[in-house]
């Protein structure tokens, strides 16, 4: 049980509360907490005293008071005006994810809504009625308005849901669950739609992804290793030890553990090699690197998730702050550092993938011994490359530019979201790499049997072969890509 505005939200928890497996309530603190700011709220929309949002305009029009007959169609405007989103819609757990991480902070008791909205927004998520949200249209500032406004329009009985693959009328869908469009109070269209839940959910479903291609690099780096029957010394803990980044530390113990009792790796331990190219032994400082960078955008993503982004915040009876909690420059500069190591991490497995084309130490050019009449794996090298120059265009840092808003009130915005969507096209596009990767690796130990190899690459080789034969002559290749890209999505590589 997990109790919304209480508890401490992690990305485990709001991804097994999004899949039915951890159920979520509002409980007794939370309830009171709730009550009592929005006891406040209604206090401060009754007096003369101008408040942001709460009984004046928004943006620009701040120093235009409102009166409390006119709060109502103030909160209602707001939504409706800012619903102005484009593009194609998000995908429909991202939906899910933002109303969860929504709920969580209007819990905490500062955001001055009603426990009515909040029970309405909760039955949205246990019913799966997940909101039509477009990609494009918020700048990272004021909080992600533009996609927060289309997540709460069916509230007020506009906009869409998503039905069973099907966009449909908000109205339609409440009028099948016997349920009214609510009529917003002060200060709660503001409140829902202030705040980073957009870009927090594109980090949440990034971090997840990430975290196991991080893994899933690392098998890759040892089995394309094992292909080139490179050396396993750089891997060494001493050498680590001299030079303690948590990441690199991390990767080198798994390399150790992916090439243990390796007979490949003994037949090359006497050979005239010196050293191997960077690609192949500096793996555990490159990918180390992309570790750190993942550790860092987790910190700030735990502290995010367990935040409160609207604004004002209702601090006492009297009192709420405009301030900018809502600004996603926390989140948007750490998405744009992880869209550079994960793109890094296609980098260096795309370099890894051209050693095992070249020919060398043992290893028939292109992976083929029936070379001229075959160009064996020469092409798919083609698609690597193009995805890692894909990916390095793709990380162009948002975060670094800034275009002003709303007649120059909102004169610094953060452009996370576009991080946040740009950080998942980069890792859509790692898995892909990988899985060229491995069948690379995969047809270059095959020179290397009879040799054996640890047990933990013999169990991913064989699920390799399950799916994709060992290349005798040229065939068509895009089904083998496409099988070994759904190994990757569906996380089948054994990685641990």
């Known amino acids: 049980m997990f109790r919304y505005g209480i508890d401490i939200l992690t990305t485990s928890k709001i991804l097994s509360i999004a899949e039915g497996k951890l159920k979520a309530i509002v409980d007794e603190e939370a309830q009171k907490n709730i009550l009592e700011c929005r006891d406040k709220v209604e206090k401060m929309a009754s007096s003369d005293k101008a408040v942001y949002g709460i009984n004046t305009g928004f943006g620009p029009l701040c120093d235009v008071q409102i009166t409390p007959e006119e709060t109502s169609k103030l909160q209602e405007n707001l939504l409706i005006t800012h619903a102005v989103g484009v593009g194609e ?37 246990e019913n799966d009625l997940l909101p039509m949200v477009p990609k494009q249209g918020s700048v990272g500032a004021s909080g992600d308005l533009a996609p927060l406004s289309h997540l709460f329009l069916p509230l007020i009985g506009e906009g869409e849901f998503w039905i069973d693959n099907k966009i449909v009328s908000a109205k339609e869908v409440l009028k099948q669950h016997n349920l009214a469009p609510l009529k917003l109070q002060a200060k709660e269209g503001l409140g829902l739609i202030n705040g980073t839940q957009f870009i927090l959910a594109h980090a949440i479903i990034g971090l997840r ?22 050396s396993a010394s750089p891997f060494k803990e001493e050498l680590h030890k001299i030079r303690p980044f948590k990441g690199n530390l991390e990767v080198a113990a798994r390399m150790r553990m992916f090439l243990k009792d390796s007979q490949n790796l003994e037949n090359h331990y006497q050979c005239s090699r010196v050293q191997d190219p960077y690609s192949m032994r500096c793996i555990p400082q490159v990918h180390g690197a992309s570790r750190n960078a993942y550790y860092h ?31 996603g420059q926390p989140l948007a500069m750490a998405l744009d550092y992880a869209s550079i190591a994960v793109s890094e991490l296609g980098n260096i497995s795309d370099r890894r993938c051209y050693l095992l084309l070249e020919g060398k130490y043992g290893l028939p050019r292109l992976l083929t011994k029936a070379g001229g009449l075959n160009s064996g794996y020469m092409i798919p090298q083609y ?14 840092p948002p975060s670094a530019d800034s275009v002003p808003t709303s007649l120059g009130q909102e004169d610094h915005v953060s ?3 576009i991080s946040g969507r740009k950080f998942n096209q980069i890792l859509g596009n790692l898995e892909k790499i990988l899985a060229i990767e491995f069948m690379y690796a995969a047809q270059a130990m095959e020179f290397r049997r009879p040799n054996t190899f640890s047990v933990i690459i013999e169990e991913n080789f064989s699920l390799i072969r399950s799916k994709v034969a060992k290349l005798e002559e040229d065939r068509v290749l895009k089904d083998d890509i496409n099988a070994l890209i759904n190994l990757v999505k569906e996380e089948q590589f054994i990685v641990k």
Do not use: W
């Not at 994810?97 to 500062?110: F, R, T």
């Not at 604004?311 to 809502?326: K, Q, R, W, Y």
């Open 297 to 327: 955008l987790k910190e700030l993503v735990q502290t995010e998730m367990n935040a409160v982004t609207d604004n004002p915040i209702v601090l006492s009876d009297t009192e709420a702050i405009s301030g900018g909690n809502f600004h």
């Open 89 to 125: 819609p998000i995908d429909k757990k991202l939906s899910k994810i933002m109303m969860i991480c929504k709920v969580h902070a209007l819990c905490q008791g500062y955001s001055g809504v009603r426990l009515e909205l909040i029970e309405r927004i909760i039955y949205f998520i």
């Open 415 to 417: 452009m996370g979201s």
């Open 209 to 230: 992804k990430m975290e196991y291609l991080l893994d899933l690099a690392d098998l890759a780096g040892a089995m394309s290793l094992e292909g080139f029957q490179g």
């Open 383 to 396: 698609t690597t490359a193009a995805l890692v120059t894909e990916n390095k265009s793709l990380c162009f």
